[in-house]
């Protein structure tokens, strides 16, 4: 009997245990990791996409007016574009990260998007990091998005600028297997 009340502390710690790693629980998600030559990934970072099938994106606005993506169910596809550069050793909020999102409607094989028609396809620029006043989410205005969408995969080139704020990234040219 002693022993059992030695173990249950034992036994509450590992119970307490996060998991570690990374978990891809959807079959309607597909991620790249790409190299650091692909067009439009600086040097200094790494870049990913994500492309999620059957989402739609919904730009919502929190309580301070500032907007946020999110994902709802459709028949729509997603494409989300990520660029992390990890800040240096031993600092809390060292990291800058860039992210794209843009939808594809259901159906869509070619699309070509120019300025004020990439709020069609709902392009959003945010850009993450500690810079007081420039960190949040952008729609953006001014670009040209090229994307064909196939059994296969999607082929996109997008040339954007965003212009209230700073960007890193500003041209993606991509492929990426469904």
Do not use: W
Not at 73 to 94: C, H, I, R
Not at 123 to 132: A, D, E, I, P, T
Not at 145 to 150: N, P
């Amino acid at each position: 009997m002693k022993v059992l009340y030695l173990l249950i502390p034992l036994f509450m710690i590992n119970a307490c245990k996060t998991q570690t790693g990374t978990i891809t629980s959807s079959e309607n998600t597909t991620m790249k990791q790409m190299e650091n030559n692909s067009v439009g990934c600086p040097e200094e970072g790494t870049c990913s996409i994500v492309v999620h099938k059957n989402k739609s994106l919904s730009i919502q606005k929190d309580d301070t007016g500032a907007l946020y993506p999110q994902l709802v169910d459709s028949n729509n596809t997603v494409v989300e574009y990520t660029y992390l550069k990890k800040g240096p050793e031993g600092t809390a909020d060292g990291n800058y990260s860039e992210t794209i999102h843009f939808e594809i409607p259901a159906g869509t094989e070619s699309l070509i998007k120019e300025n004020a028609t990439l709020t069609d396809v709902k392009l959003l620029y945010g850009k993450h990091c500690f810079c007081r006043g420039e960190a949040g989410y952008y729609p953006i205005t001014n670009g040209k998005l090229l994307a064909e969408k196939s059994n296969q995969g999607i082929v996109f080139n997008l040339k954007f600028k965003v212009e209230k704020t700073s960007q890193v990234v500003s041209h993606i040219m991509e492929t990426v297997k469904l």
